[in-house]
Structures are given as C-alpha cells and as structure tokens.
C-alpha cells in the first residue's frame, strides 16, 4: 500500500462541540479518505472529546489513528507524538475546534506538488469575529520569501508541510513551551525550506474564537507569555545570523508577542507581575531591539517599549494609563525635537518619547463617540466623534477602516485639540464578510488614505504614518442589524485588549443568538 499525500494531525484537550465539526470537515476532504491519514491525540481530555474520537476512528478504519495520552500541559507532545507516526508525504495540523475548507488538503498537496514546495499556505478566515491578518494572502505566490514578506508575522502551524523537510532538519515542536510552540516550529520549517507558497484564492482554514474562550491561547498569563516571548527570541537569535533578515523577524515579535506584554491589561496585574513584565521586557528591549527595528514600531508600541528599558515600572505604567484611560497625550517642543507629553514620568523628555520621526504620532485619535445615522443619500453610517489635542491638522489627517475609507469632517479646533467626525458607510464594511464575519481596525493616517498603509495592511508598519484609533473613552457601543446578500450581519464598534477600535461584523447564526442568550444580563 503506498504511503498517503497528507497526515492530518489534531491535538485535542476538551474542545468538545466544536470537535465534532471538525473531525466532519476532515472526513468530508475532496482529496479522499484513500489519500490521507488523519492522527488525533487526546491530551487527557476530561470532556467527551476521547469517546468522540473514538467514534471517529470506528466509522473510519485504517484512515484514522486516535493516541489517548495523559495530559502533557500544550499542543507540542501531542503533535510530536503524531509526528512519529505519520507516514504521508506531507503534514498538516489542524486545530481541534478548528475546520477545513472542503477542498482544502487537495488543493494544499496540489499546489506543493506542482511547484516543489516545502511548505505551503493556505487562506485563513476567522470565525466568530476572530481576527486573522489576511496581508500574506493578498495573492497566490508561487514562491515567498520568508524575509521580504508578511510572513514572519503569520508563523502559526495552519499550514502544510513536507515531511522530509521535518525530518531531514529534525524540526519538533519544544515541549517546555506550554504556548507559542508552533512558532519556533513553523519558523525552522519557513528558514530551511526550498520554496514557500501560498494559496489565497480559496478558504482552507477556519479559525474558530470560541464563545467560552477557553483554550490554552485565550488563557495563558503574563508571566508564560513572557518566557514563551524569550524562548522565541532566543531561537531567532540562535537561528539567524544578525542583519536585516534576523531584525525582519524579531520586528514582528517585538510588535506582537512582546508589545502584547504591555497592552492595557498591564494596568489590572498585581505589582509583582508588573515588575516581571517590566523587567523581562526591559532585557529584551536591551539586548535585540535595534533601531531599525525600532523605527518599524508604531509611536506607541516604541515608547511602551522603551520605558521598560530606560524607566521605572511606574513610567511604563503611567503611560500606559495615560492611553488606555484618559487618551493621546499632548506633545511638547523644546530644542527643535517634539516629545509625547506623558504626565508622571520620571524620566525627563528625551529618546524614550521623542516622536520628532514618528510618521503616525500625528494621525493618533481617541474615539469619544459611536452612532448609527443615515446620511444625505438614505444609507446607514457609522458615524464615530474622535479628538486629539494636535491643533494643526487643517485638511492632512484621513481615516478609515482598513479598505473602507471614512468621510472625515473637522467639527471644532481650538487649543485644546481638535475634535472630528468619521463617517463609515455600512454597505462598504459589509463587503468580504462571507458567511464567518470579520473585524476591521479603525485608523488614521496622516496624509491620503490609503489601505495599503493602514494596520493590518501588507508590510504596513508605524513608519507607514498610520495609527490605529483608540477609544478609552467609549462608552456606549451601538450595534446595527443589516442584510447581505441573504445574510443578516450584526456591525458593532468593538476594542481590542489592546485598546484598538475595530467594527465587528458578525454573521447572525442560531450559536450566536443562544450564546448571547445564555450570557448574565446586565442589571
């Protein structure tokens, strides 16, 4: 019997419901259940996920191997057990309350076979309004570059992989990174492989937020968070030589997995976590962050950053506070050189919040205001009131929500700040939702909108002159019922953890009207 095109490997630990659609979209493969092997281990599930794997195997004998083990604490044993079982040309890993496109694996193992590649990406859409960065798949590529590319920041294992590549290059996931472990993995597969492709014209892989928020990700703290940061950073540094293709990876670690570290949940931990952070953060800052890294930081992310290194936990906690509580800090000139105004710091006006060169520091707004309205020609729009205390912006500062562009009004400007409107159509947000919904990020730039340099966009950085819009101090969040087509959507302001405003568009479904049903009413 010849060996199978593709092993799917599922680590599963208690994701039942959402198992069961999973393990149906793997069974429901084009490619056909003669061409693929399906590895699940259960990690010690105390749900029902065992018995339901179990099943599985039954109704398909000789396709699907189901290896119960105790609970290891993350996906990397799991996975690694799977990996010295399978026996398919090629693996991908799917997560447990995740599913598959239908035509997803033949489509995947097609595309590697027709241009040798060693890995291969394909589409991602998120459900239930969990956002994915799309940039890598603006286009199908025939052969990516790991360095020049959005690629270092969607380094997840979504993807397949030729086997021959793991095992020649002995690359396993590291079983002392409860979290984060598929990144070291995926990165070690992207630097060895001969050719990187991406499949983007056809949705693979649906990435499922759960309404419990319950799996290891959604969990995990700040102090895992901060050794899973440092093991990354160390690998990088151990991986690749120092120059422009190291910083073009550690660039998007310090503006995800690290400036994570210092979001506006900072301001809720206990002094002791807060040191901690401050302290892990401040080493990495010291040691890895170059200026060329630094000048692909938003403002920011950039001064957070550097706070950790130069100043006090309590400087980083009061500019974090001033961000997340009260809104965009004035900005000062003294000697020719323009510095964020941050009240509280120790440390006096210097590199640490000089924004002279930040590009996006002039387009930063908070969001005071959310309504539904119906403009001059009878659509719905959304309408957001936002301010900053810049009092020179006259006509340059433009928004919009990543491809849709707002109508930007200037309702009053005087000294102190300047207060707008930003109106967004809601047939525009509605366009490329598809039946899973999907979040747009609020932003604005100085200068022309363009989508292309908006967060979220390929290759856009703060150097882009673009500032996600916060709103610190929105309080009321409408939401409006609209159709598509034949679907109804439900378009929300919404903010991130980390204080970003994002309009969530989301699919009416009967799960999400029983879930909304379920949750504790507000009295």
Partial sequence: MSAPDISIVVPVYNTMPY???????LAGQSIGLDRMQIIAVDDGSTDRSGAE????AERHPGVVTVIHQANSGGPAGPCNRALDVATGRYVFFVGADDHLGTEAAERLVTMADTYGSDVVLGRVVGVHSRHIYQDVFARNEADLDLFDSPLPRSLANTKLFRRELLDTHGIRYREDMPVGSDLPFTLAACYHARRISVLADYDCYFAVRRFSATNITYLSRHAERLRTAEAIVAYVAELIEPGKRRDAVLLRRFDHEIARLVEDDLLRLDR???????RGVGRLVAEHLSDDIAAGLNAETRIRLALTRDGTVDDLLAAVRQDACAGVPPTVVAEGRRYAAYPGLSVAPGPCVDVTTAPDWAAKLDAVAAAWETDEHGERVLSLTAHTPATDLGDRLTAGAEEVAAQVTVLAADAGGTTLRLRLRAAELLVGSGPTG?????SAQAGPYDPARAPGAENATGA????????PRLRRKPSAVRRSGARLYVLTPVVDVSGRLMISVVPVTANRVTARLRRPRRT
């Fill in 272 to 278: 002791a976590t807060q040191e901690l952070v401050h």
């Fill in 53 to 56: 794997l179990d099943r599985f």
């Fill in 19 to 25: 198992l069961t659609r999973c393990l149906n979209s």
């Fill in 464 to 471: 882009a002159g673009a500032a996600a819009v916060r709103a």
């Fill in 438 to 442: 999907r979040r747009r990020i609020v």
